[in-house]
């Protein structure tokens, strides 16, 4: 059995790009399926490994890896699923891909709004969804997502596309707050409100600002920081330098969030040590160093974030529970195509 195993490991390491050396799967190791870049995860695992010993090995993929952990049943390597979206997130554990994890540890570290329930996911990392204002055409200083139905907003917002799943978990969390009636009648006036049709990722809209086509756009946070510290590309630290960033909601029932996170495969080889970096993951030392890492917020209570992303402002975020907003997302989803959101203001 155990040879199998292996023989399985191997095949699926050579089929997916691979960030660690020398890939074997002997014992005391923990092997991490992720969705999340290399260059992100690889010093928590290096902490995790001067701390604990126990060895790691990432396999790094942009698509897929449910359907792999799924395909390989109880002969899969993986023992942890690190994802980003709530949705994701909660779609995975019901595919039957996970297991839940009963830890005190985890409890305590990741606050009850950014866990499943039943203990099938946990929230790692935290990013609002936000506004990116024109420093130059918005004078206000605080905004609602509600507001952005209101007329005065006429052929200035840019946002992505509707069914993205950044714009699906806002949606969504519109439905819990106000039901789906009022989201649909909401939705109308947003895409009434459009400059151009959505299309692009979150920091072409910041561009399209700096360009003058629109004066708000919607973007999750972190795109910031990306932006302030691109050297890379250079033109996006005048982009950012355009825009200041609204908390919407925030003087009220808080600013929407969505999550990295983690899962525990149903058939973890190694579930003892995997629950071991699950917990480390969760430790303030580890909180820190992933959240700075790509501009994000810990989950942690009483972590702070990096400098650069504390200059944006403090913010209260909504404290809904992320699964029922992960259970909306079906009817966002058909809203936005009802609404012909994509098609822009007519
Ligand atoms: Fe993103």
Redesign the pocket.
């Known amino acids: 059995m155990e040879m199998k195993k292996s023989f399985r490991a191997t095949v699926c390491v050579a089929a997916l790009m691979v960030s660690s050396a020398s890939v074997s799967f002997a014992a005391d190791e923990v092997n991490i399926y992720s969705y999340r870049q290399p260059f992100l995860i690889e010093p928590l695992l290096e902490a995790f490994t001067k701390e604990t010993g126990i060895r790691t090995n990432l396999i790094f993929a942009n698509k897929g890896l449910e359907t792999r952990i799924k395909a390989e049943g109880e002969y899969s390597p993986a023992d942890l699923l690190l994802s980003t979206d709530v949705g994701r997130l909660q779609a995975a554990a019901q595919q039957g891909i996970a297991q839940p994890v009963v830890s005190d540890t985890l409890k305590a570290n990741i606050p009850a709004h950014f866990r499943d329930g039943d203990n099938q996911w946990f929230g790692l990392t935290s990013r609002a969804r936000v506004v990116y204002a024109s420093k130059e055409r918005v004078e206000q200083d605080s905004i609602t997502y509600e507001e952005l139905s209101d007329p005065k907003w006429q052929g200035r917002i840019c946002t992505r596309s509707g069914q993205h799943d ?1 714009t699906i978990g806002l949606i969504a969390s519109m439905i819990v707050h106000h039901g789906a009636e009022e989201t649909k009648t909401w939705l109308e006036g947003v895409k009434a409100n459009l400059a151009r049709r959505p299309t692009g990722n ?1 920091r072409a809209q910041v561009k399209a600002v700096y360009a003058g086509e629109c004066d708000i756009a919607l973007g ?1 946070t972190y ?1 910031m920081g990306k932006m302030q510290t691109n050297d890379k590309e250079p033109e996006q630290k005048q982009w950012a330098e355009s825009v200041r960033i609204l908390f919407p909601n925030s003087d009220g029932r808080g600013t929407h969030v969505n999550i990295s996170g983690m899962l525990l495969t149903k058939h973890a080889p190694n579930r003892e040590s995997a629950v071991k970096l699950m917990e480390f993951l969760s430790s303030e030392e580890a909180q820190q160093i992933y959240a700075e890492g790509n501009f994000e917020y810990p989950v942690k209570e009483g972590v702070q974030p990096s400098e650069l992303v504390m200059s944006w402002g403090s913010f209260t975020p909504d404290s809904v529970e992320l699964s029922k907003i992960a259970d909306a997302r079906k009817e966002a989803s058909e809203l936005v195509d009802i609404v012909d959101f994509d098609a822009g203001a007519n």
């Open positions: 950044y979150d999750n795109y």
